[in-house]
C-alpha cells in the first residue's frame, strides 16, 4: 500500500514522503513519529540509525523523446553528492515525479538497476511529495553518486522536480550540505552551499571552491572534494560569485572586483558564525572558478594557508582572444568591453598579472595536457610568473585529459593532502606585490592613487639587523604603513629612512606612531632603505593625519554654564574670562629615549573678531572633552571655582603668549618646556588652558578645533626630536696586587676609576659593476678600482679612501654612533644605485656597511646635428 508521511529535509520543506509499506508496519512507523525527543535521545543512545542526506537538487527536468529546451533530455545522469563516512546499513533515494503513465522507467545509480519509476503523481511536479525507492549499500560510496533516467524506450514524457540519495548506519559520520544567504559586498544578500561538519567541538579548517563559468553553488561538490573534505571534517563553502554586469547567477562573473569582495565577506561570515581556524583556510576552483581562486589568493595571501587551482584561466585576453564571437560577446558584457578598449580590465581579473604575490603562499596549479578550452600555455605562462617571485612552494601538475574531464589523479582528495600540510603564514620576510586596489598585506597597508593601472611594491625585511629596504612603482605617489611589530622589528624607536628616486636622493630621520611607520613613495621608482638610527625626526600630531588621534579640544562658556562644545568645529576665546579654551595632545605614542628640541603648537586662526592677545596656561588637573562646562572640569568633577582658576587648574604663570589679529592662518606658539615635560613625565601632561589676557573690543575670536570637517585648519603640534644616545657602562680598572720587594715598604693600592671603555666597530663595503642591475652586490660581478668612499660624521670629514683592484674600502675602530659614508663613481661609471650616500649605524664589535653597485656609461658619440 502506499502510505503518507511528512518529514523535514535539508531546505527546510515539509514534504509528503510516500513509502510502499506492509500494513503490519503503519501501526509501528506512526508511533515511532509519535516518540518525545527525550525518547529518540535515548535510542540513539541504544545503537539508533544515524541518517545523511545527499544534496538535494530541486531543479524541475522532463524527459522528453522529442527534447528542445535546456531542461530536457532523454536520458539524463544527475550527480548527487552524499556526505558521509562510515558503513550504510540501509539507503533510499528519493524522488518527486508526475505524468509517469507508465512503469517501465528505469532508474540507475551508478549503473545498475535499483527498480522502476513509480507511476502516477501529482497533476503538477510537487518537490514535496517524494516517493523513496530502495537502494543496495552496496552500491553507494561517499562522496559523489550518479543516478540515470530516461524516458526510453516509450514515446511518452514525465516529469522529475526533486532527486536525493538517503543513507543510514549506526556508525555514520559526516556533514550537512546547508544553503545560506551571507551579506556580501555593500551588504547585499549572497547565497552559499555550505558543506558543514556536525562535530563542530573545536575550530576545524575552511576550504572555499568556486565554480565555472556558469556554474552552479553544487558544481564544486560534484568532485571527489566532497568525500575528501568530510572525511577531514572540513567546512567547505561555495559562494556564488557576482559580476560586475554578469546574466544573474550562473554568469560568467570572471574574478570581478565584486566576486573577490564577496569571497572575502563570505569568508568573514564563516568566522563569525562557524568555529573556522583562521591559520587553516583554504581555496581553490575550478575553470573560470580557478581564475576566481588565483585572483581571490593573490589579493588576499595573507588570509589563505595554500590555494589549488584546476584548468584555470590565467591569462584574459589571451583566453579572449581563443574564444569565438558567441562567447567572446559574453565576455564583453561582463567586463565593458574588448581587450584592447579596456585593457586593464582584463589584466587585473588575470592571474598571471599578479602571481608574484602568492611568494609566501603555497599554490599548485593543475591542468589537462590535451584541454582545448583553456589552452595548457594558460597553466605553464601562470606558474612561470609564481615561480619568477622565487615562491615558498609552487607546483605544476598536468593530467590527460580535456577541459571537461575530471582532473585525476589530481583532484580534491590529491588537492586536500596538498592543502593540510600547511598554515597560515603571517609574516613573512619578503613581498612581491602587485595590486589594482588600495589594502593591506600581511604587515604592509598600500594606499594608492592611481587609476587603472598597479601598483608596484617589493620589500624585504632583515629583523636581525634591525632594517628593511625595497622599491615601488606607481604613476602616482603610495602612501605604505608597515607593522613593525608583525615584522619583527622595535616599534618604538627611531630609524633611519633613505630613499631614491629619478629625481633625488633624500635621507631623514622618522618615529613610528602606534607601532607602524607611515611612509610615502613619489610616483615613478623609488628605491628606499629604512634601518635603525638617530638622525633628528620632524613629527606632527594633528588628528587625522598619520593614525593620530590624540587631540582634545574644548570651551567654556560664562554665559551658558552648562553648556559643553567639545564635538564643536571652532574654539571660541572671549575677554574678562568669559571664553576660554583648553586643548592636548597625546604624547604617548612617541618612541622612548628621545629628547625634544622643538615643540611648537600652530593653531588656525579664522581672522574674525577683535584683535586679541591670549595667554597658555599648563593644565594642573586632568578634564573631559565631552563633559567639560563652565561649571566643571568633568562629570562630576566642578572646576575650583566656576570657570577655573589659576593656581588651583592651571598654573598662575603663562607657558607663552600669542596675538591673533585679522590675518586668516596658522599662528605658532612654542611649548618646548611643556613638552619636554610631558614626555619624561606623561602623568603631568592635561594640556593648555588659552586665556584671554586683553582683547580690542568686547568680542568673540575663533580658532578652529579638531573637530573640524576640513583636515589642513585642525590644530597641530609640531615636533623635533632626537634619540638619547646609551651611556657607556663605566668599568673599574683592575686593582694592582701587591708583590713582595726587598725592603718592607708594602706598594699601595690604586684607588678604582670608572672609566668608560670605548665600543669600536667598522665600516666596510665593496664597490662593484652591477651587472644584473638589481643593486645587490653577488660574487663573480667585477669589483672597481677608482672609486672614492668618503666617512663623515656631524659635518666633519673623518677619512678618505680610494678603492683599488679588489673594490674594497673599509673604516676601522670607529666609536658607536651614526656616520654618513658618501661615494664618487670611479671613471667610466654612472653615480651609484639605489644611493651614493648612506647613514649607517657603528656597534661596538660588528661590521656595517653598504655596497655600491655602478652602471657603465657608453661611450661618447658625437653625432652631427641639423639645424632648420
Known amino acids: 500500500m502506499h502510505t503518507t508521511l511528512h518529514v523535514n529535509t535539508r531546505r527546510g520543506v515539509t514534504r509528503l514522503l510516500c513509502v510502499t509499506i506492509p500494513t503490519a508496519l503503519l501501526l509501528l512507523l506512526t508511533l515511532a513519529f509519535l516518540v518525545s525527543s527525550d525518547t529518540l535521545a535515548e535510542s540513539r543512545k541504544a545503537g539508533e540509525l544515524v541518517e545523511f542526506i545527499s544534496y538535494e537538487n530541486t531543479e524541475f527536468f522532463q524527459f522528453s523523446p522529442n527534447p528542445t529546451e535546456l531542461n530536457q533530455a532523454k536520458t539524463k545522469t544527475f550527480l548527487l553528492p552524499v556526505p558521509y563516512t562510515g558503513t550504510v546499513t540501509e539507503a533510499q533515494l528519493l524522488l518527486a515525479t508526475n505524468n509517469v503513465d507508465r512503469d517501465y522507467f528505469?532508474?540507475?545509480?551508478?549503473?545498475?538497476?535499483?527498480?522502476?519509476?513509480?507511476?502516477?503523481?501529482?497533476?503538477?511536479?510537487?518537490?514535496?511529495?517524494?516517493?523513496?525507492?530502495p537502494i543496495t549499500p552496496a552500491l553507494l560510496h561517499s562522496g559523489t553518486n550518479s543516478l540515470t533516467l530516461t524516458q526510453e524506450p516509450s514515446s511518452d514524457s514525465w516529469n522529475v522536480c526533486y532527486m536525493a540519495i538517503r543513507v543510514r548506519g549506526e556508525?555514520?559520520?559526516?556533514?550537512?550540505?546547508?544553503?545560506?544567504?551571507?551579506?556580501?559586498?555593500?551588504?547585499?544578500?549572497?547565497?552559499?552551499?555550505?558543506?558543514?561538519?556536525?562535530?563542530?567541538?573545536?575550530?576545524?579548517?575552511?576550504?572555499?571552491?568556486?565554480?565555472?563559468?556558469?556554474?552552479?553553488?553544487?558544481?564544486?561538490?560534484?568532485?571527489?572534494?566532497?568525500?575528501?573534505?568530510?572525511?577531514?571534517?572540513?567546512f567547505v563553502g561555495s559562494p556564488q560569485q557576482r559580476g560586475n554586469n554578469a546574466l544573474g547567477p550562473g554568469g560568467q562573473p570572471l574574478a570581478s572586483l565584486r566576486s573577490q569582495h564577496d569571497a572575502i565577506k563570505f569568508i568573514e561570515y564563516m568566522q563569525a558564525h562557524y568555529p573556522i581556524d583562521p591559520d587553516r583556510i583554504y581555496v581553490g576552483g575550478f575553470s573560470m572558478g580557478g581564475m576566481t581562486a588565483g585572483v581571490v589568493a593573490e589579493k588576499h595571501p595573507d588570509i589563505f594557508a595554500a590555494v589549488v587551482t584546476h584548468k584555470a584561466i590565467g591569462n584574459l585576453t589571451d583566453w579572449f582572444n581563443e574564444q569565438g564571437e558567441y562567447r567572446q560577446t559574453q565576455i564583453i558584457s561582463e567586463t565593458g568591453g574588448a581587450p584592447w578598449e579596456v585593457p586593464f580590465e582584463y589584466k587585473r581579473r588575470s592571474p598571471v598579472e599578479m602571481a608574484s604575490n602568492v611568494k609566501n603562499l603555497p599554490i599548485a596549479v593543475v591542468h589537462g595536457i590535451s584541454d582545448t578550452v583553456v589552452h595548457p600555455q594558460q597553466a605553464q605562462d601562470f606558474y612561470d610568473a609564481i615561480v619568477a617571485a622565487d615562491p615558498r612552494h609552487a607546483e605544476l601538475q598536468w593530467y590527460a585529459g580535456d577541459h571537461p574531464d575530471a582532473t585525476l589523479p589530481y583532484g580534491g582528495e590529491w588537492a586536500a593532502q596538498f592543502m593540510e600540510?600547511?598554515?597560515?603564514?603571517?609574516?613573512?620576510?619578503?613581498?612581491?606585490?602587485?595590486?589594482?586596489?588600495?589594502?593591506?598585506?600581511?604587515?604592509?597597508?598600500?594606499?594608492?592613487?592611481?587609476?587603472?593601472r598597479f601598483t608596484e611594491v617589493d620589500v624585504d625585511v632583515d629583523a636581525p639587523g634591525e632594517r628593511f629596504w625595497g622599491e615601488t612603482n606607481d604613476s602616482r605617489t603610495i602612501d605604505l604603513t608597515f607593522d613593525l611589530g608583525r615584522m619583527g622589528l622595535i616599534p618604538n624607536v627611531t630609524y633611519v629612512y633613505s630613499r631614491t628616486n629619478s629625481q633625488e636622493t633624500t635621507v631623514e630621520g622618522v618615529a613610528p606612531s602606534n607601532g607602524v611607520l607611515r611612509l610615502s613613495m613619489a610616483a615613478g621608482q623609488t628605491q628606499f632603505e629604512v634601518y635603525?638610527?638617530?638622525?633628528?625626526?620632524?613629527?606632527?600630531?594633528?588628528?587625522?593625519?598619520?593614525?593620530?588621534?590624540?587631540?582634545?579640544?574644548?570651551?567654556?562658556?560664562?554665559?551658558?554654564?552648562?553648556?559643553?562644545?567639545?564635538?564643536?568645529?571652532?574654539?571660541?576665546?572671549?575677554?574678562?574670562?568669559?571664553?576660554?579654551?583648553?586643548?592636548?595632545?597625546?604624547?604617548?605614542?612617541?618612541?622612548?629615549?628621545?629628547?625634544?628640541?622643538?615643540?611648537?603648537?600652530?593653531?588656525?586662526?579664522?581672522?574674525?573678531?577683535?584683535?586679541?592677545?591670549?595667554?597658555?596656561?599648563?593644565?594642573?588637573?586632568?578634564?573631559?572633552?565631552?563633559?567639560?562646562?563652565?561649571?566643571?572640569?568633568?562629570?562630576?568633577?566642578?572646576?575650583?571655582?566656576?570657570?577655573?582658576?589659576?593656581?588651583?587648574?592651571?598654573?598662575?604663570?603663562?607657558?607663552?603668549?600669542?596675538y591673533l589679529d585679522n590675518e586668516i592662518g596658522y599662528k605658532s606658539i612654542n611649548l618646548l618646556s611643556a613638552v619636554g615635560d610631558w614626555v619624561e613625565h606623561p602623568e603631568n601632561n592635561h594640556g593648555v588652558a588659552l586665556i584671554v589676557a586683553s582683547a580690542g573690543w568686547n568680542g568673540a575670536h575663533s580658532l578652529q578645533s579638531s573637530e573640524h570637517w576640513d583636515l589642513n585648519v585642525r590644530p597641530k603640534l609640531k615636533l623635533i626630536f632626537e634619540p638619547i644616545p646609551p651611556t657607556p657602562t663605566p668599568t673599574p680598572t683592575p686593582t694592582l696586587t701587591p708583590t713582595s720587594t726587598p725592603t718592607p715598604t708594602v706598594t699601595p693600592t690604586s684607588t678604582p676609576t670608572a672609566t668608560p671603555t670605548p665600543a669600536?666597530?667598522?665600516?666596510?663595503?665593496?664597490?662593484?659593476?652591477?651587472?644584473?642591475?638589481?643593486?645587490?652586490?653577488?660574487?663573480?660581478?667585477?669589483?672597481?678600482?677608482?672609486?672614492?668612499?668618503?666617512?663623515?660624521?656631524?659635518?666633519?670629514?673623518?677619512?678618505?679612501?680610494?678603492?683599488?683592484?679588489?673594490?674594497?674600502?673599509?673604516?676601522?675602530?670607529?666609536?658607536?654612533?651614526?656616520?654618513?659614508v658618501q661615494e664618487s663613481a670611479p671613471p667610466g661609471y654612472y653615480p651609484a644605485k639605489p644611493t651614493d650616500t648612506a647613514i649607517l649605524s657603528v656597534s661596538g664589535g660588528e661590521v656595517n656597511g653598504v655596497d655600491f653597485g655602478h652602471q657603465p656609461r657608453p661611450d661618447m658619440l658625437y653625432l652631427p646635428m641639423t639645424l632648420k
Open 171 to 234: 556508525d555514520l559520520t559526516g556533514s550537512d550540505f546547508v544553503d545560506i544567504q551571507f551579506p556580501g559586498e555593500n551588504d547585499q544578500p549572497v547565497d552559499a552551499l555550505l558543506l558543514n561538519p556536525r562535530d563542530q567541538i573545536e575550530p576545524r579548517p575552511l576550504l572555499v571552491l568556486f565554480h565555472g563559468w556558469k556554474g552552479l553553488l553544487v558544481d564544486p561538490y560534484l568532485t571527489d572534494y566532497t568525500s575528501a573534505a568530510v572525511s577531514r571534517r572540513w
Open 760 to 820: 669600536l666597530g667598522d665600516l666596510a663595503g665593496i664597490v662593484y659593476e652591477d651587472i644584473n642591475g638589481d643593486y645587490q652586490y653577488q660574487p663573480g660581478e667585477p669589483p672597481l678600482a677608482g672609486a672614492t668612499v668618503q666617512l663623515w660624521r656631524h659635518s666633519t670629514l673623518l677619512a678618505e679612501q680610494t678603492t683599488g683592484s679588489d673594490g674594497v674600502y673599509a673604516f676601522e675602530s670607529l666609536l658607536e654612533g651614526s656616520y654618513t
Open 421 to 452: 600540510g600547511y598554515t597560515r603564514l603571517d609574516n613573512p620576510a619578503g613581498l612581491r606585490l602587485r595590486t589594482d586596489e588600495s589594502k593591506a598585506f600581511y604587515w604592509l597597508d598600500i594606499t594608492k592613487r592611481s587609476q587603472n
Open 106 to 133: 528505469p532508474i540507475l545509480v551508478n549503473g545498475e538497476s535499483i527498480g522502476m519509476v513509480q507511476m502516477g503523481g501529482p497533476r503538477e511536479c510537487d518537490p514535496t511529495v517524494i516517493t523513496e525507492y
Open 532 to 658: 635603525r638610527g638617530d638622525l633628528p625626526v620632524v613629527r606632527t600630531l594633528k588628528n587625522g593625519e598619520q593614525g593620530y588621534n590624540g587631540t582634545t579640544d574644548t570651551w567654556i562658556d560664562a554665559w551658558h554654564v552648562d553648556d559643553s562644545y567639545g564635538d564643536q568645529p571652532a574654539l571660541i576665546l572671549r575677554p574678562d574670562n568669559v571664553g576660554k579654551a583648553f586643548i592636548r595632545f597625546d604624547l604617548q605614542d612617541l618612541p622612548d629615549d628621545i629628547v625634544i628640541t622643538a615643540a611648537t603648537l600652530k593653531l588656525y586662526d579664522n581672522g574674525s573678531g577683535p584683535d586679541m592677545t591670549v595667554n597658555l596656561h599648563r593644565m594642573l588637573r586632568p578634564w573631559d572633552e565631552a563633559t567639560a562646562t563652565y561649571n566643571q572640569a568633568a562629570s562630576g568633577q566642578p572646576w575650583s571655582v566656576p570657570g577655573g582658576a589659576a593656581g588651583a587648574d592651571w598654573e598662575s604663570a603663562p607657558l607663552a603668549t600669542f
